[in-house]
């Protein structure tokens, strides 16, 4: 039992489901439809019920996200020993094709070309948009919020406030 608890802590700064950690969900969750039974027979009151079917589709739901993690993990365990034994370093997916239409990719083959006709990289083409080229729009100069007390100072006090209350509602 010791040796299941120090595994189960390990395994909460494990990336992914470990083996201990997904037995203490299962436990967890079990007993847990166990109390919504015995509560359910107790009061007869429906919103156990209605618990035990949320409790349970969520049990179910880690459990399939744990199955299709370890799916994908199984994937990439050969691709990855492959790239260490000195096969590509490039990372597999979408970044391979130049069917993609990200922000970044778009960007980044502009500078390419901007590079490649002699312009400065830095320099942004007339017809990119603001979101493109990441830049914030330039505002010609900061204007000051009127104040709506008509005091230009920017000094606000409740208690001159309550001043000006009290002068308007003398005796």
Known sequence: MGSFVEDLWSSVF???PTPSLL???NVTFAAL???LLALLLATYSIHFVVLSILSAALWWSINWFAQEL???QAQEAPTETQELRGGSTKPPGPLDSTDSDTETEVVKEKSK???ATGVAAGAAPATASASATLQPPVEPQARKRLSVSGDSSGYH???SEWEKVDDNNGP
């Open 70 to 72: 370890r799916q994908v």
């Open 33 to 35: 439809q166990v109390l």
């Open 113 to 115: 070309a901007t590079a």
């Open 14 to 16: 494990t990336p992914g």
């Open 157 to 159: 006090s409740t208690d």
């Open 23 to 25: 037995i203490a969900t």
